[in-house]
C-alpha cells in the first residue's frame, strides 16, 4: 500500500474511533449525539463573539508609560534567559527584502484568512468535532482579551530606536496595504489596540489550526502544513518586531488553558440547556398532520344481529340459497346430455 494512502487509511480509522467512542459516550449517559449546527445561527455567533472581542481589544487599552515599561520587562528577561532570537530576526528581514515582504504580507493575512476557513472546514467535514473546536477558539480568545486588559505590551516595533528594532511593516509599507500602523489599513490604525502584543494570538490561533489540522487532515502534505504553520507564524511575529518570543510563549499557553476549559464548558452547556427544555411547559400536544385536518372517515354501517357470520375462508355466493347433495337445478346440463335431452334426465324434450 502506498504511504500516502496508508497514512490516509490510518486518519480515516482514527477519526472514525473517535466517532465512535463519542457516539458511546452519549449511549451510556442516555443523550443522544448533538446534531449538526445550524450555519446561519455559527456565523452569527461567530461575527458577534470577534465584535466583542475587537471592541473589548479598543476598551483594554492601556497607558504608553505602562506598556512600555511592560516590554522592556519583558525584553530584559528573555536576555537574562537567552531568547532574545527578536533581534537577529528582525535585523534579517529589515536586511533582506525578499524575506521581509512576504512575512509581513503574512502577518497581515493569514491570521483573518486561514483561521476561518479551517473553522468553516471543521463545519461542514468534521461536524462532530466542531462544536468542541468553535468553542475551544472561544473560550482562549477571551483568554487573550484578559491578558490585553491585565497586561497592556508595548511591541518591540514601537520602542525606541535606541533597542535596535524596526518595524519591518512600515518599512515596506509601499508594498502592501497596512501603511505606517501595523497590519491595519492606511487611516485606521487608531481603530487598533497597538499594546495587546502579550499573548500573542497570532501564535495561539495558528497553533489551533495546527493541531486541527495535524489531528483531522487526511491528506499527509496538509497535516505537515498544519504543524509547521504555528512555526512560520511564530518567526514571523518575532522577525517582524511585532511581538517578543514570551509572547508566542503565552499565546501557547492561552491555548492550552483553553482546551483544558472546553470540555468542562460544553458539559455546563450542555447541562443547562437540558434544565431550560425541562422546564419548559408543554401546551399543547403534538400538532396532527396537515392531510389529516380535512379528511373525513369513512362511515360503515352497523353489522346486523341477524345474519349469520360468515367464514372467510369458504364465502358462499349463492345469495343464501344452498342445495342438498346430489340435487340438480332444472335445466341444467350435464356432460352426457345432447342438445336434445333435457338436463334433468335422458329423455327427449318433446316427449315430455
Known amino acids: 500500500m502506498p504511504r500516502s494512502a496508508a497514512a490516509s487509511a490510518r486518519a480515516s480509522a482514527r477519526d472514525g ?7 458511546a459516550g452519549s449511549a451510556q449517559t442516555g443523550q443522544r449525539p448533538a446534531a449538526r449546527p445550524r450555519w446561519w445561527a455559527e456565523l452569527a455567533l461567530v461575527v458577534l463573539v470577534y465584535a466583542a472581542y475587537s471592541a473589548g481589544r479598543l476598551l483594554a487599552r492601556g497607558d504608553e508609560s505602562t506598556a512600555v515599561a ?14 532574545n532570537a527578536e533581534h537577529p530576526l528582525n535585523r534579517l528581514f529589515t536586511g533582506t527584502p525578499a524575506l521581509g515582504v512576504p512575512a509581513d504580507f503574512i502577518y ?3 491570521h483573518y484568512l486561514v ?22 477558539l472561544m473560550l482562549a480568545t477571551l483568554l487573550g482579551l484578559a491578558g490585553f486588559t491585565l497586561l497592556p505590551t508595548c511591541p518591540p516595533r514601537l520602542l525606541a530606536a535606541r533597542h535596535g528594532f524596526v518595524d519591518t511593516m512600515a518599512h515596506f509599507s509601499e508594498y502592501g496595504w497596512w501603511g505606517d500602523e501595523a497590519s491595519a489599513p492606511r487611516g485606521l ?18 497553533l489551533w489550526c495546527g493541531v486541527l489540522l495535524w489531528r483531522h487532515a487526511r491528506t499527509p502534505l496538509v497535516r505537515r502544513l498544519g504543524a509547521a504553520y504555528p512555526v512560520v507564524i511564530t518567526v514571523v511575529v518575532m522577525g517582524t518586531a511585532n511581538h517578543y518570543f514570551l509572547d508566542a510563549v503565552a499565546g501557547a499557553v492561552v491555548m492550552a488553558a483553553g482546551a483544558l476549559l472546553t470540555g468542562p464548558a460544553l458539559r455546563v452547556a450542555d447541562r443547562a440547556r437540558d434544565r431550560v427544555r425541562a422546564a419548559m411547559p408543554v401546551r ?17 354501517p352497523p353489522k346486523s344481529p341477524e345474519s349469520p357470520p360468515r367464514s372467510h375462508a369458504s364465502p358462499i355466493v349463492s345469495g343464501g340459497c344452498e342445495t342438498s347433495a346430489g340435487e340438480r337445478f332444472p335445466g341444467r346440463r350435464t356432460r352426457g346430455s345432447t342438445p336434445g335431452t333435457s338436463s334433468a334426465d335422458d329423455t327427449p324434450a318433446t316427449a315430455r
Open 70 to 83: 511592560h516590554g522592556l520587562a519583558i525584553l530584559r528577561i528573555e536576555k537574562a534567559l537567552r531568547l
Open 17 to 23: 474511533v473517535s466517532a465512535r467512542a463519542a457516539g
Open 115 to 136: 483561521t476561518p476557513a479551517v473553522l468553516v472546514w471543521m463545519f461542514r467535514h468534521r461536524a462532530a468535532f466542531y462544536r468542541a473546536a468553535r468553542n475551544w
Open 284 to 300: 399543547y400536544g403534538p400538532r396532527p398532520a396537515l392531510s389529516r385536518l380535512f379528511t373525513v372517515p369513512a362511515q360503515t
Open 189 to 206: 490604525g487608531e481603530m487598533t489596540n497597538q499594546f495587546a502584543a502579550m499573548p500573542s494570538l497570532h501564535v495561539g490561533w495558528a
Open 108 to 110: 497581515a493575512s493569514l
